[in-house]
């Protein structure tokens, strides 16, 4: 009994290590992603007035779209720290043999999945609404 549940300890130490080495690419893969978007952002908010000139909507307030790709770059950045912080606690749990590194690889790995879904419904609401007010929008014009 008891070596089953040593090859189990293995095996889980086997799972923790390969997450953990996913997570922290993802996470690096993140950090390239939003870093990208602040620079979209700044470029947006720097060129507003020009592109709107260019395209003819000369009131359009164009800089709305670098503000809000700002805000969402900045919300991004939360997940990115969770996942450093629990691939960094499950390569303490396999490599340190520490039990409190667990917990703590378990808590941000439900943080991760807590925001995600959190974000998920944020997004399907917003959808939600934005989609009949472009359809009365596109009606009006």
């Keep these: 009994m008891e070596t089953d549940n040593l090859e189990m300890v293995e095996q889980?130490?086997?799972y923790l290590d390969?997450?953990?080495?996913w997570m922290k690419f993802l996470a690096i893969i993140l950090c390239i992603s939003v870093g990208s978007m602040f620079i979209v952002a700044i470029a947006m908010l720097a060129g507003?007035?020009?592109m709107n000139r260019i395209a003819g909507y000369e009131n359009f307030p164009g800089w709305i779209f670098g503000v809000l790709y700002l805000l969402l770059a900045c919300v991004y950045v939360l997940p990115i720290i969770y996942m450093f912080r629990a691939s960094a606690s499950a390569r303490d749990v396999v490599e340190l043999n520490d039990n409190e590194m667990l917990l703590e690889f378990l808590k941000n790995n439900k943080s991760i999945w807590k925001f995600?879904?959190?974000f998920t419904i944020v997004s399907l609401?917003?959808?939600a609404l934005c989609v009949p007010l472009a359809i009365i929008a596109a009606?009006?014009?």
């Design 12 to 14: 889980a130490k086997k």
């Design 116 to 118: 995600f879904g959190i």
């Design 48 to 50: 507003s007035s020009v």
């Design 18 to 21: 390969s997450t953990s080495k």
């Design 125 to 127: 609401v917003f959808v």
């Design 139 to 141: 009606a009006a014009l």
